[in-house]
């Protein structure tokens, strides 16, 4: 043997020692015992050592891996066990026994091994591991969080450290402690803290308290109190997000419709149908990407959202030109026969990619969210699509306002006998009207295609609330369409939690049927020769 090597095995000899010798022989001797409290003590304290040896020992007697013969443990690894006090890789011996484990001390073990997290050098996964441990904080737990506590460098996760120190502290025996933990938690969001606060106000049947400190229960209910506070502000806030986002998708459902309904007049009951031909093209875009261009995935939106645009709108001209133009005036025969057409496009898609749900994976730049109040995460996804529906509301206002086909659609809206002597081709811009509004549509279906799975059934789900948003807002406009479906959005929000999502809709309901006995125009009346 060379003195390189000589010099090399000694140095792993000596760092083998020094990573074995780490671990105490009297926690080994612990975890053996019969103890089940020290058994517990004794898995914390391995813990607290926060290194990948402890990982190793506390995964091995998960998975009853390690073994005891008189005050030796061992550790299992394929065909040779490991002296885990010497660090000696040896056969295991024969009447070893298995160290066993019950349910209180795996448990025990799950909570070390997440804490066990908050050593990663990933710093998503500490903070992926800091708020898990927000609902099992113990003050077993401790040594673990103290340590973690003064190596960790990020602000955020260091915040979120000292909530889960002072929340372990809560059940220190030491009233100093417990009334510092309480004083620290004044700015906590986590509602898992308001079980332990209220149980310390509870009063006992002979008349004490479980917290027998007055001044401690005063700063209980003060911290209890800012707690109920902040949730509130954080629900407030939730409900108005998610109305809005509620909103921005009704509104990209309804938009269409406000075109084909409201300028032109047909009862489209296949409207829901465009939606899903939107988002099964977004499905179809995201195979292509994912079998030619992988390294480009993320990208597939850039595609989809033309190609959503393209084939809705040739799909709803292709209807115009074949049904729908011989059925102009006649709305009865125009709902029966658009219901019908709803039914075909539905079988026809479950023939070509299956009746199951597929699965539209977000790009990663619409993955996450952003954190705020604490714990209110509002997601990419949805702030996207917020502003998409108002990006696309402000083409559609351009193109209806600015645009020579847009003076067209107006001129045939408000009186399409005296556009028609002027020369306006009436039949050509019917057409291209119902393939801008069918492909409005297929913009939302791409909206939708990054909220939720993708399903035949996917535009059933927003046919009639589509039609409620366009009859509340006004027939033929845009100003009400917008205004109606953000409404109705948060109105749908803020109810839910209070009458439930069945209740909610029939709530709505009422609400804009008597609004239209009231007001049958909408809340904008739409102007013109037509209308009269």
């Known amino acids: ?45 391995i813990a607290a050592m926060g290194n990948e040896e402890a990982v190793e020992v506390l ?8 073994f005891v013969k008189d005050v030796a443990v061992y550790m299992v690894e394929g065909e040779q066990a ?22 209180r001390l795996r448990a025990a073990l799950d909570s070390a091994l997440s804490g066990l997290k908050l050593f990663s050098p990933d710093k998503n996964t500490r903070l992926v591991a800091a708020t898990a441990l927000e609902k099992e904080a113990t003050p077993e737990q401790l040594p673990l969080l103290n340590k973690a506590y003064l190596k960790e460098n990020d602000s955020e996760i260091k915040s979120r450290l000292q909530m889960l ?24 969001p986590n509602p898992n803290l308001k079980p332990v606060l209220q149980k310390m106000l509870t009063q006992n049947p002979d008349g004490s308290y479980n917290e027998t400190d007055a001044s401690i229960r005063v700063e209980a209910a003060n911290t209890l109190n800012a707690i109920d506070g902040r949730l509130a502000r954080m629900e407030f806030v939730g ?24 300028l032109m007049g047909i009862i489209n009951m296949a409207h829901g149908e465009l939606l899903m031909i939107g988002a099964y093209t977004t499905y179809a875009c995201q195979m292509l990407f994912r079998k030619f261009m992988p390294g480009a995935l993320d990208a597939y939106l850039l595609l989809a959202l033309p190609a959503a645009f393209l084939v809705s709108a040739a799909v709803g001209i292709l209807l115009e030109r074949t049904v729908i133009r011989w059925l102009y ?25 299956g009746a199951q749900n597929v699965e539209v994976a977000n790009p990663a730049w619409m993955s996450g969210g952003i954190t705020v109040l604490g714990s209110l995460v509002l997601s990419y996804n949805r702030i996207i699509i917020i502003f998409f529906a108002l990006f696309v509301v402000f083409a559609v206002w351009l193109l209806l306002n600015k645009t020579r086909l847009g003076l067209f659609v107006r001129a045939v809206t408000q009186n399409r006998r005296m556009a028609d002597c002027v020369g306006v081709a009436t039949g050509k811009i019917d057409m291209l009207t119902f393939g801008l509004g069918s492909g409005i549509a ?21 046919i009639v609330d589509s039609f409620m948003v366009v009859v509340l807002g006004g027939v033929g406009q845009l100003a009400g369409t917008v205004i109606a479906a953000f409404g109705l959005g948060e109105v749908n929000k803020f109810l839910e939690p209070v009458a439930g999502a069945v209740m909610a809709k029939i709530v709505i309901l009422v609400f804009i049927i008597v609004f239209i006995q009231r007001r049958p125009q909408g809340l904008f009346a739409l102007k013109g020769r037509s209308v009269e």
């Open 1 to 45: 043997m060379t003195f390189r090597k000589i010099c090399a095995s000694i140095v792993l000899l000596v760092f083998s020692l020094g990573a074995h010798a780490a671990i105490d022989g009297k926690l080994l001797q612990a975890l053996s015992g019969d103890d089940p409290d020290a058994r517990i003590v004794a898995v914390n304290s």
């Open 82 to 103: 490991k002296d885990l006090a010497s660090g000696k890789v040896q056969k295991l011996p024969d009447d070893a026994e298995a160290i066993t484990i019950n349910n």
């Open 165 to 188: 120190i002072a929340t372990a502290n809560l059940q220190a025996s030491d009233p100093i402690v417990r009334k510092a933990a309480v004083k620290a938690l004044l700015d906590s």
């Open 239 to 262: 409900n108005l997000f998610y109305g809005v986002s509620l909103g921005s998708v009704l509104l990209l459902a309804a938009l269409g419709l406000a075109i084909t309904f409201g």
């Open 59 to 66: 995964t091995a007697l998960k998975n009853e891996q390690l």
């Open 442 to 462: 297929g913009l939302g279906g791409v909206a939708l295609s990054q909220l939720g799975n993708v399903g035949p059934d996917l535009g059933q789900n927003y």
């Open 329 to 353: 005036g006649r709305p009865l025969e125009t709902l029966l026969c658009t219901w019908g057409i709803s039914l075909i496009l539905m079988q026809a898609v479950r023939s070509i990619f």
